[in-house]
């Protein structure tokens, strides 16, 4: 962790190449999520990922903790200030495209928010979801490649 801090103050970031980079990890999960979408075991790949990023960040917490103790903590909260909220509005909705596509595939019965036709359904679903999660996925890559750098480089200064 110590090597991490000291790396941070350090760094200068070369903003194109870390773009890609974050594209290539964010795709990267999307695809995995997607695939799930039309596999049987979808809703458990979904929870499994969800899972999985909580453990990992659950891990991260504990060793910034241990090792910075309070100052670990909101060190990890501001690292995903700007694009968390992002992501998190992106599990939001994704859910909802994620189970329509399921129940669609598997041919079982949507739960009760899909009233109505279903073609309007899958329509208005489909139509909202990928535009939102588009340009909600967009502006988190962007805030993550260029503005989070800018609040952990800060807050490392200042705080430890």
């Excluded at 790396?7 to 290539?24: A, E, R, W």
Aim: charged share 10%; aromatic share 20%; net charge positive.
């Amino acid at each position: 962790v110590e090597q991490t801090i000291a790396l941070i103050k350090d760094i200068s970031v070369y903003y194109p190449l870390y773009l890609c980079y974050v594209l290539f990890c964010r795709v990267k999960w999307l695809i995995a999520v997607l695939t799930g979408c039309f596999l049987p075991i979808g809703p458990y790949m979904y929870c499994g990922v969800i899972f999985f990023l909580g453990i990992a960040y659950g891990f991260v917490i504990t060793c910034f903790a241990g090792s910075a103790g309070f100052t670990g903590i909101a060190f990890c909260i501001i690292s995903l200030f700007p694009h968390g909220i992002c992501y998190a509005i992106i599990l939001y909705y994704g859910y909802d495209l994620f189970c329509l596509g399921w129940f669609y595939l598997s041919k079982t019965d949507r739960p009760g928010q899909y009233f109505g036709d279903k073609r309007t359904i899958e329509r208005t679903v489909l139509g909202k979801g990928i535009l939102v999660l588009t340009v909600v996925a967009i502006i988190g890559v962007v805030t993550e490649c260029y503005v989070n750098p800018f609040f952990l480089k800060n807050f490392v200064k200042l705080f430890l």
